[in-house]
């Protein structure tokens, strides 16, 4: 993306878009999938082994939903790929203990359930629907999905930046969830407040605790060094609490300061850390780093607007109102972004604190112009869940 003297130079522009791209665009929350009825069960009470091969044809991935789980002291269960490459386990009545589960994703069209049990005799569980995946979650990028890149692509792997970054980038995640009939990926990041590991994300993301005991926060989705093909290591943690969505003039799934806040279970921020929301109002001029997981891919950063690297990306409007959002509430900037780039912190660069939350792409008044919300009005909204700064 280019833009001179703080506005969108658009004489100049291609705006490369998959389909025919409304006002925000990009301000969606990316569908990889749907949920799909699926019967099966163990013996009630259940032996002391017993094996589910889970399989729906075609699927890139699988995510299964347990309902009534309830194991005995002692016993576990565990979800894993055929060649055990990647391993869940859950114990009792799952993470919220309530027998409701949403197990963390199994790559490819068949997941194995087997449950250990030391002498038998619990309940079990009940499978009644499973998330099929109609995309690759293992992929650098995850088509289809709308673009709002104008001229040509500023988007670096994370490494390529890392000094600058200084760390900054270790608190964002990748979230899938379930909502709906639908499997969808958006981007969130751990910031300081007065819960242990609060995340925050947008509102047209997800907004209920239903949604958020399906959560699945990966962290460190990045590629190890700048234009490499090696992966860092990943963790993954669950939802927990609901805490707040936005309640400032909300109309319909964009709109008001689209926020969501809730918590993470396991504690990442303890080794992720995290960000710091300001209320200090944003200054036309000021560079950014926008940091996210475009398409759901590896997490990258918009440092420069343009690949030459000519144009750094940097605030363009202030105190704005588009589409939906509250009045003057809105932070425009150039930098390049794609579906599943809902929920990303903009980060000023000389303080390294995040001055708004990304949710519009293309907005109406400029199809090269993404927008966030201003922290200083979410800060405002949430109270005290926040721990939100002046400088």
Partial sequence: MHRRAGFVWLAVLTLVVLGTAPSWANGERLKVGDVKPYAAETPHPYPRAWTDRVFSPGAEFIRIHFSGLHLADG???TVSSPDRSQVWTYTGRGPHGNGDVWAFAIDGDTAIVELHGSRGGGYGYRIAEIGHGTVNLSSKKNPPSL??????????????????LGGLEQPVAR???TSGGGQYLCTGWLVAGSNNSTLMTNNHCFSTQSETSTLQAMFNYQRTTCGGTTNATTTTYGGGTFLKTNSLNRRGKKGGLDYTLCTLLGNPESTKGELTATTQAAVQGDDIYFIQHPGGGLKEVGYWEDAA?????EVDTINQTYGQSASGSQTGYGCDSEGGSSGSPIVKTTTGRVIALHHYGGVSSSPCLNSGTQLSKICTDAGSLLSCVSN
Avoid: I, P, Q, Y
Avoid at 148 to 164: L, Q
Avoid at 309 to 313: F, L
């Fill in 309 to 313: 690297h000519t144009s750094r990306c």
């Fill in 75 to 77: 016993d576990s269960l």
């Fill in 175 to 177: 979230l899938l969830f």
């Fill in 147 to 164: 673009d709002v890149v104008c001229g040509t692509d500023g988007r670096e792997d994370v490494a390529c930046h890392s000094s600058a």
